[in-house]
């Protein structure tokens, strides 16, 4: 019964190229040529060999030469290259194997090494494909499983954050505007020191994926204060301050119950806590100052009241960009880090794309 494997000999000799031939086509689909260069061609064809019989004495393009250009491109590096040639030393033997071939035959060429020798290195190039495509499968069924994991993830991230925006239904897209807010402002200042030490592609990415909880703590806020039309009395904004308190407990208490630490958390936590926080120390909840605000939370800062700003409330009408523009910048040193507003100016066009694409 024949053998499905493609054999390609390679040698400038036909009568040698026959008598091969003849020999292993009884058991594989044979290919042939009579140079290096449409060796090459060959190989690089369908169907691709399984196995190349390659002979090391030719004109224009030697063995090891043919070889050479097999394993530098990617379709034809792992067929096994068995070298056929007249040349009977050690010192030849170990130059083709050192030159990547698998096996070293002898002319004249007898049958039955020859078709031992053949089925051999097929069985071992079918364990190795075997084994490849294994791992192919595996690797991507890790990367699905993570993709899918990922999905799940953004899925019950926004889940709870609409669920605290649905206690206030003013916000519209508020939490995808703010989520690339966060993103342009932590791109820009990637580059810029000090924070190019802190803000990688991986603590973007974090970030992103922690912004939609920071106002997560509102659900904790009775709705007679958090959808109160006018002013809220001195008690009634005390109450409202400890959303970022009950936002910073909830994710703990999320964290509690799985076997391991889930990184993203860790900014989630940082931006619900402190992103009312100001730059002077005259913020909420625990009136930290400067440096001492997580960089997250005073990203999230002027994120979060840009968008405010632009916003139409029950209690305020929506201002303009520029005008919500000056008002950040007079915030600068007082409510906001002086660089992340460097930033926000550097960005602003993008800021307003962003406005306008996710708009009310």
């Known amino acids: 019964m024949k053998n499905h494997a493609t054999i390609l000999i390679v040698d400038d000799e036909p009568s040698i190229v026959t008598a091969m031939g003849i020999v292993l086509s009884q058991q594989y689909t044979v290919r042939a040529a009579v140079s290096g260069q449409r060796a090459l061609e060959i190989?690089?064809?369908?169907?691709?060999?399984?196995?190349?019989?390659?002979?090391?004495?030719?004109?224009?393009?030697?063995?090891?030469?043919?070889?050479?250009?097999?394993?530098?491109?990617?379709?034809?590096?792992?067929?096994?290259?068995?070298?056929?040639?007249?040349?009977?030393?050690?010192?030849?033997?170990?130059?083709?194997?050192e030159a990547g071939a698998v096996d070293y035959i002898t002319k004249p060429v007898n049958a039955a090494i020859l078709l031992a020798r053949t089925k051999n290195?097929?069985?071992?190039?079918?364990?190795?494909?075997?084994?490849?495509?294994?791992?192919?499968?595996?690797?991507?069924?890790?990367?699905?499983?993570?993709?899918?994991?990922?999905?799940?993830?953004?899925?019950?991230i926004r889940a709870l954050a609409h669920l605290a925006e649905t206690r206030d239904p003013e916000t519209g897209n508020h939490i995808l505007r703010t989520q690339d807010y966060v993103r342009l402002l932590a791109e820009y200042l990637k580059n810029q020191p000090p924070y190019d030490q802190i803000i990688t592609d991986h603590y973007i990415n974090l970030l992103v994926k922690s912004a939609p909880l920071h106002d997560i703590g509102k659900v904790g806020i009775p709705d007679k204060i958090l959808l109160k039309p006018g002013k809220l009395t001195a008690l009634e904004w005390d109450i409202m301050k400890t959303h970022a308190r009950l936002g910073q407990q909830a994710i703990e208490n999320a964290e509690r119950d799985v076997d391991q630490p889930v990184e993203f958390l860790t900014l989630a936590k940082e931006i619900s806590h402190w992103h009312h926080e100001r730059w002077d120390g005259s913020g909420y909840p625990d009136g930290l100052q400067a440096q001492h605000i997580p960089l997250s939370a005073r990203l999230m800062a002027v994120a979060d009241v840009f968008d405010a700003l632009i916003s139409k409330r029950v209690y305020k009408k929506a201002y303009s960009y520029l005008r919500a523009k000056k008002m950040i910048n007079e915030g600068s040193g007082t409510h906001f880090d002086p660089q992340i507003i460097n930033a926000f100016n550097a960005v602003f066009e993008q800021f307003v794309e962003t406005a306008k694409r996710y708009s009310q």
């Not at 393009?61 to 792992?78: A, E, F, I, N």
């Open 121 to 156: 290195h097929l069985l071992v190039k079918q364990a190795m494909d075997f084994l490849n495509d294994k791992n192919t499968f595996l690797q991507a069924e890790v990367e699905r499983r993570l993709k899918e994991n990922s999905v799940i993830q953004n899925v019950s």
């Open 43 to 97: 190989a690089r064809s369908q169907p691709k060999p399984d196995l190349i019989l390659l002979d090391v004495i030719m004109p224009d393009m030697d063995g090891y030469q043919v070889l050479q250009q097999l394993k530098s491109q990617t379709v034809t590096r792992d067929i096994p290259v068995i070298f056929v040639t007249g040349i009977d030393s050690d010192e030849d033997e170990e130059k083709g194997l």
